[in-house]
């Protein structure tokens, strides 16, 4: 198995600082950063891509200054899932089936939108009962919704404390979120603004669907709310985290990973000093190669997404910048996978 001497990539090109322009190219090899030799630290491993999938950062990858990639131009896709061609290193081997997301797929470095990605191999994931289809299912998104429900349940909180609410949940986080907390036997109460995702949220488990959090947007938020929650998984920030924290109960937990409504956080320190609430925060990209094999291992087992094909749509690689500017718009709910194996 070796890389072809040209293959297809999808790759976004900025053109005079205002516009992103997305088309698939014929590249050669010295498309992908250069492979391993004797003065490389970092061992590098080459993966024939089967699968990516479509995340809100991929969006931002092609829209102008939307100051997620360092430098174009650049293959989107912060999921990578298929098969090792080429392995550096000794513990990852030829043939192996993989998954790869974080750090600078997509964004410092080429991604999962080609036949071919080359990656360090410290940040790639071996599968071992998981399908590359269901891992790019999975993705980004399912990694930070496993990352989330590990939070809550290593604070403590079990499904006899009370609900748990989520938000953004028709997002790919959120989805996925329900589908393991109901799994998990945690009573889910999904929040969407999205009426038309109701009945989703519902197969995926959630016992109470709810509209977007605080039902009125403009009301002058309460410093502490009328307690409801054991615990949140919030994707969205903003002013709904802010309401998420004020209306958890006590001794409850908030992991927070999203803010599409909003970075900013006006709140006090009444649900932590008075409730002895704890904000978690939860970061994907970063995270360090064994804690993220770990949480994969997780997936592969006792945090297996018990609903994934339910939430789950397939496009291919040549279809998916209309999906890019679905998702930019709020316009997708659930996961994307992007077949790339064959879809160019």
Request: glycine residues 12%; proline residues 6%; hydrophobic residues 40%.
């Given at each position: 198995?070796?890389?072809?001497?040209?293959?297809?990539?999808?790759?976004?090109?900025?053109?005079?600082g205002?516009?992103?322009?997305?088309?698939?190219?014929t590249?050669?090899?010295?498309?992908?950063p250069?492979?391993?030799?004797?003065?490389?630290?970092?061992?590098?491993?080459?993966?024939?891509?089967?699968y990516?999938?479509?995340?809100?950062k991929?969006?931002l990858?092609?829209?102008?200054?939307?100051g997620?990639?360092?430098?174009y131009?650049?293959?989107?896709?912060?999921?990578?899932?298929?098969?090792?061609?080429?392995?550096?290193s000794?513990?990852?081997?030829?043939?192996?089936?993989?998954?790869?997301?974080?750090?600078?797929?997509?964004t410092?470095?080429?991604?999962?939108?080609?036949?071919?990605?080359?990656?360090?191999a410290d940040?790639?994931v071996?599968?071992?009962t998981?399908?590359?289809?269901?891992?790019a299912?999975?993705?980004?998104?399912?990694?930070?919704?496993?990352?989330?429900?590990?939070?809550?349940?290593a604070?403590g909180?079990?499904?006899?404390?009370g609900?748990?609410?989520?938000t953004?949940?028709?997002?790919?986080v959120g989805?996925?979120?329900?589908?393991?907390?109901?799994?998990?036997?945690?009573e889910?109460?999904?929040?969407s603004?999205?009426?038309?995702?109701?009945?989703?949220?519902?197969?995926?488990?959630?016992?109470?669907?709810?509209?977007?959090?605080?039902?009125?947007?403009?009301?002058?938020?309460?410093?502490?709310?009328?307690?409801?929650?054991?615990?949140?998984?919030?994707?969205?920030?903003?002013?709904?985290?802010?309401?998420?924290?004020?209306?958890?109960?006590?001794?409850?937990?908030?992991?927070?990973s999203?803010?599409?409504?909003?970075?900013?956080?006006?709140?006090?320190?009444l649900?932590?000093?008075?409730r002895?609430?704890?904000?978690?925060?939860?970061d994907?990209?970063?995270?360090?190669?064994?804690?993220?094999?770990?949480t994969?291992?997780?997936?592969?087992?006792?945090?297996?997404?018990q609903?994934?094909?339910?939430?789950?749509t397939?496009?291919?690689?040549?279809?998916?910048?209309?999906?890019?500017?679905?998702?930019?718009?709020?316009?997708?709910?659930?996961?994307?996978?992007?077949?790339?194996?064959?879809?160019?």
């Amino acid at each position: 198995m070796t890389v072809p001497t040209s293959f297809t990539a999808l790759v976004a090109r900025e053109k005079d600082g205002s516009e992103i322009t997305l088309s698939p190219e014929t590249v050669d090899q010295s498309f992908l950063p250069h492979p391993d030799g004797p003065d490389r630290v970092h061992p590098t491993v080459t993966i024939a891509v089967e699968y990516s999938s479509v995340n809100f950062k991929d969006a931002l990858a092609v829209t102008p200054k939307g100051g997620v990639v360092r430098e174009y131009p650049i293959v989107p896709g912060i999921d990578i899932a298929g098969t090792v061609v080429e392995s550096g290193s000794d513990a990852i081997a030829v043939g192996q089936k993989v998954v790869a997301h974080g750090y600078e797929i997509g964004t410092g470095q080429h991604g999962g939108y080609a036949e071919y990605a080359r990656v360090p191999a410290d940040w790639v994931v071996p599968l071992t009962t998981l399908s590359t289809r269901e891992a790019a299912a999975i993705g980004t998104a399912g990694f930070t919704a496993a990352m989330s429900v590990e939070a809550l349940l290593a604070h403590g909180i079990r499904p006899d404390d009370g609900p748990i609410v989520v938000t953004g949940a028709s997002g790919g986080v959120g989805t996925v979120s329900v589908d393991l907390l109901s799994a998990a036997g945690f009573e889910v109460h999904a929040s969407s603004g999205k009426a038309s995702a109701a009945e989703l949220l519902t197969s995926l488990g959630a016992a109470k669907i709810i509209g977007r959090l605080p039902e009125d947007p403009d009301a002058k938020p309460r410093p502490l709310g009328r307690a409801e929650w054991a615990g949140a998984v919030d994707c969205v920030g903003g002013k709904t985290l802010a309401h998420v924290l004020s209306t958890t109960r006590y001794a409850g937990a908030v992991a927070a990973s999203g803010l599409t409504g909003g970075a900013g956080l006006s709140t006090t320190v009444l649900p932590f000093i008075l409730r002895g609430v704890a904000l978690l925060g939860i970061d994907s990209v970063q995270r360090p190669i064994e804690k993220r094999r770990a949480t994969w291992q997780q997936l592969e087992s006792t945090l297996t997404p018990q609903r994934l094909d339910q939430l789950t749509t397939e496009v291919a690689i040549a279809d998916v910048q209309s999906v890019l500017s679905d998702i930019a718009r709020g316009a997708i709910t659930g996961r994307t996978v992007v077949a790339v194996a064959g879809g160019f």
